[in-house]
Nanobody
């Protein structure tokens, strides 16, 4: 059974930074792409970034390119999202997600993901 636990959220001022973590368990982590999504109040969930099973390929939403960096450590069964130059519009609950099959090329497609963590709240004050 796949379990995803996101952590690292908090309250930061605009321009600040946060690093989110996602701990995964239940299967061979290094064989699966992983992704980050977010949902703000009253808005639909949206893609933020994802990373291939090897970590060699990454994909970002235009809104976070140049500010956010996704990475993973397969030895630690963990994925990360370094968020810099945060804006109030980045405020949301951030979720980590995983697809059902190994070696899936996801490229930001939410339909590729079936496993979701509970989310961690990020609030950026203006």
């Amino acid at each position: 059974q796949v379990q995803l636990v996101a952590s690292g959220g908090g309250l930061v001022p605009a321009g600040g930074s946060l690093r989110l973590s996602c701990a995964a368990s239940g299967r061979a982590f290094g064989n699966f792409a992983m992704g980050w999504f977010r949902q703000a109040p009253g808005k639909e969930r949206e893609f933020v970034a994802d990373i291939s099973w090897s970590g060699r390929s990454t994909y970002y939403a235009d809104s976070v390119k140049g500010r956010f960096t996704i990475s993973r450590d397969n030895a630690k069964n963990s994925m990360y999202l370094q968020m810099n130059t945060l804006k109030p519009d980045d405020s949301a609950v951030y979720y980590c997600a995983a697809p059902p099959r190994a070696f899936t090329i996801t490229q930001g497609r939410e339909s590729s993901y079936v496993y979701w963590g509970e989310g961690t709240q990020v609030t950026v004050s203006s």
